[in-house]
């Protein structure tokens, strides 16, 4: 498939119904940006949530990332854990905030090297609602690994990298480098054209970034609001929507509501 073929086939529109549910579990976008920069730079979030997510969490939720690890090796083999580099894209089409993460393995090795020769058959511009998507990511290497995914166990690995203070319990979903890549093909031809991404989309999308600097949160509206279908458009306004609308009562709805779609198993495909 040429690259026009792969672009015309990314689902670029935003729903009213996710802008909607975002304003819901931010409590309706009532908070000011300033207020916004201060609860996400705030000593005071970064101290609970590494005291919930990094020290509890991840007591609770080793005896899972061991078995779900084991269960892997099983059956795929080693390695069972996968370190990758996270980040955004600011101004200048810039990659912001550039930081280390760890997940089970639930797909094949090697994939990293596709999906930088492919970065738009990766999962950030795959989502759509307007054709059925395939049960299974073709890059998963076992059913064992869908399942992981689909109920966000392989990401529980990541609650350490919030006790070391390298990502955040709750903020902005980051971008992988597979992504990013994408992602600055995206923005250039928006830069040249003006006609990428729809009405609605908010034109200061990276200088937000590029002002915060923020850290990849585990927990984020894209992972609270229908994960797998969410398209690129959706995707990068709620990352925006967070940043200039975050506060402690939304963070507590944001994570209620990602429990609840992770039990639902509308994770990742």
């Given at each position: ?121 990766t999962t950030a511009f795959l ?64 830069d040249e054209s003006g006609n ?55 963070d507590l709805r944001i994570l ?14």
């Amino acid at each position: 498939m040429s690259s026009a073929e792969q672009l015309r086939s990314i689902d670029f529109s935003i729903d009213p119904e996710v802008v909607g549910r975002a304003k819901e579990l931010l409590g309706g976008f009532r908070v000011s940006r300033e207020s916004a920069q201060k609860w996400i730079e705030s000593p005071v979030k970064e101290a609970w949530e590494r005291i919930i997510f990094g020290v509890f969490g991840s007591l609770a939720a080793s005896p899972l990332v061991l078995a779900a690890s084991g269960s892997v090796f099983i059956a795929d083999g080693a390695p069972t854990l996968y370190r990758l580099k996270v980040g955004f894209l600011g101004e200048g089409n810039q990659i912001k905030g550039l930081t280390e993460i760890m997940k089970i393995r639930t797909f094949q090795r090697e994939v990293d090297k596709r999906d930088f020769k492919n970065p738009f058959q990766t999962t950030a511009f795959l989502g759509t609602r307007k054709r059925p998507l395939p049960t299974r990511d073709p890059r998963v290497h076992s059913s064992l690994g869908a399942w992981l995914r689909r109920i966000a166990l392989d990401e529980l690995p990541q609650l350490l990298s919030i006790l070391k203070g390298r990502m955040a319990g709750i903020g902005p979903r980051a971008y992988t480098l597979a992504e990013l890549r994408g992602l600055q093909i995206l923005f250039q031809l928006q830069d040249e054209s003006g006609n990428v991404f729809p009405e609605g989309f908010p034109e200061d999308y990276r200088e937000v970034i590029s002002h915060l600097q923020p850290k990849p949160g585990l927990v984020s509206l894209y992972s609270a609001i229908y994960r797998k279908q969410l398209t690129v458009s959706e995707r990068l306004l709620l990352d925006y929507l967070y940043l200039t609308c975050a506060n402690p009562l939304g963070d507590l709805r944001i994570l209620k509501a990602t429990f609840e779609t992770s039990l639902k198993g509308t994770g990742a495909w």
